[in-house]
Nanobody, 127 residues
């Protein structure tokens, strides 16, 4: 079974940094697109970033480009999201997601629905 364990959320001031971790198991880590989507009240589920370790394919939402960096450790089967210069609009519940296909390409006005995702971790950015 695919398992995705997210951690690292918390309260941070605007302009600060936070690092999220996603420990993955139950599938071939470097062949999947593994990343994050977030949910915030009143907003559609949004893809944030994704990485496929084999080939190095990455995706970033326009809203986080230049501020967030996704990376992977294949030895630990873990994906990290380094969040720098965070903004209040980054507030939300962040979910680790995984799919064989680039799930972020299939997001719509109704949200993003990768094949698998784990429990969320709350990120709160204060102004």
């Amino acid at each position: 079974d695919v398992q995705l364990q997210a951690s690292g959320g918390g309260l941070v001031q605007a302009g600060g940094s936070l690092r999220l971790s996603c420990a993955a198991s139950g599938f071939t880590f470097d062949e999947y697109h593994i990343g994050w989507f977030r949910e915030a009240p009143g907003k559609v589920r949004e893809a944030v970033a994704s990485l496929r370790s084999s080939g190095g394919t990455t995706y970033y939402a326009d809203s986080v480009k230049g501020r967030f960096t996704i990376s992977g450790d294949t030895a630990k089967n873990t994906v990290y999201l380094q969040m720098n210069n965070v903004k209040p609009e980054d507030t939300g519940v962040y979910f680790c997601a995984a799919d064989r296909i680039p799930w972020y390409d299939y997001c719509s006005a109704y949200g993003c629905f990768p094949a698998d995702w784990g429990q969320g971790t709350l990120v709160t950015v204060s102004s």
